[in-house]
């Protein structure tokens, strides 16, 4: 095989079968039969995604163009829904069938302990079905009080610092005792 054309020919074999298997992922997007832009291989939405500016924008830009469900690829198909009803239906009733998520940057090694984002699989649905009733819509009419008052404590400390006249307040600080405070009380 050590002929110029014999290589030539086994780079462009591969190279098309390269090609060929990255475009037939895109396949499932017309089987799945929802809208959306159409995808470069290798690479999927990312231009567009580039060109609109952001991914946040991209989405807006979608939303217009192909309604409140749409289909795109970044590293993997995404199904974007922008309607609060079939959300709820999807997050809700059938959080089951969409466990095993995509989600970027952020590392799934069971060894290094398991939070509800880097959960997959069965290990996500018992930390789900643990954390559900917690946050049922009863249990949260109950907190309403504590993070009522737990807001007006800070509404008070930044009223304090606008009228000392500092001229920075360390923004990442407040909401997090904001957050600490209200947890605190509840869990007392």
């Known amino acids: 095989m050590s002929s110029p054309f014999a290589w030539f020919f086994l780079c462009f074999v591969v190279i098309v079968t390269i090609y060929w298997n990255e475009t037939r992922r895109y396949a499932i997007k017309k089987k799945i039969g929802l809208p959306g832009p159409k995808p470069l291989p290798f690479i999927g939405n990312v231009l567009d995604i580039i060109r609109a500016g952001g991914i946040i924008k ?64 069965e290990n996500w649905k018992r930390i789900r079905n643990i954390l559900t009733p917690t946050f049922s819509a009863a249990k949260i009419k109950l907190m309403v009080p504590l993070m009522e008052k737990a807001s007006n404590t ?17 923004q990442c600080k407040l909401p997090r005792n904001l957050s600490n405070n209200t947890i605190c009380k509840k869990s007392c």
């Open 58 to 121: 991209f989405y807006f830009e979608c939303l217009k163009k192909y309604g409140k469900m749409f289909v795109y690829w970044g590293p993997h198909l995404s199904i974007a829904v922008a309607d609060p009803e079939m959300r709820k239906e999807i997050t809700v009733k059938h959080f089951d069938n969409f466990r095993d998520r995509y989600v970027p940057f952020v590392s799934f090694d069971d060894s290094k302990g398991t939070s509800l984002f880097a959960a997959r699989a």
């Open 154 to 170: 800070l509404i008070t400390k930044i009223q304090s610092v606008a009228d000392s006249g500092k001229s920075s307040v360390t």
